[in-house]
């Protein structure tokens, strides 16, 4: 049997989340989704890519997640893993987080 991998796009704080699971489902929670198994990339040493890095670090631990239906933008039903991604709701660029940069001296 071929394990099922669904990538869940959903709104968070003004931002679009982009997570890859194995398991969606109807909760038990009246008007919410449950999504289980979250898939990451794993990396030893280098970090390529901090968007998947902030999202490991936010839902690394989470066993399940329960999304509000309304939340929910899409759910598909994917071949493979593509990219894990944050993005801005109201242009829909990818949300970065800048370098942090020494002061500039006086």
Do not use: C
């Amino acid at each position: 049997m071929k394990n099922k991998l669904y990538k869940i796009t959903f709104l968070n704080h003004s931002k679009v989340y982009e997570l890859y699971a194995r398991k969606v489902a109807a909760s038990g929670l009246w008007g919410f989704t449950e999504v289980a198994d979250l898939v990451f990339d794993v990396h030893d040493g280098l970090v390529v890519d901090p968007t998947e890095e902030r999202l490991r670090d936010e839902f690394g631990n989470t066993q399940v997640l329960h999304l509000p239906m309304q939340s929910i933008i899409r759910v598909e039903e994917v071949e493979r893993k593509g990219q894990s991604a944050i993005r801005d709701a109201a242009t829909g660029e990818k949300v970065v987080t800048p370098f942090p940069m020494p002061a500039k001296p006086r």
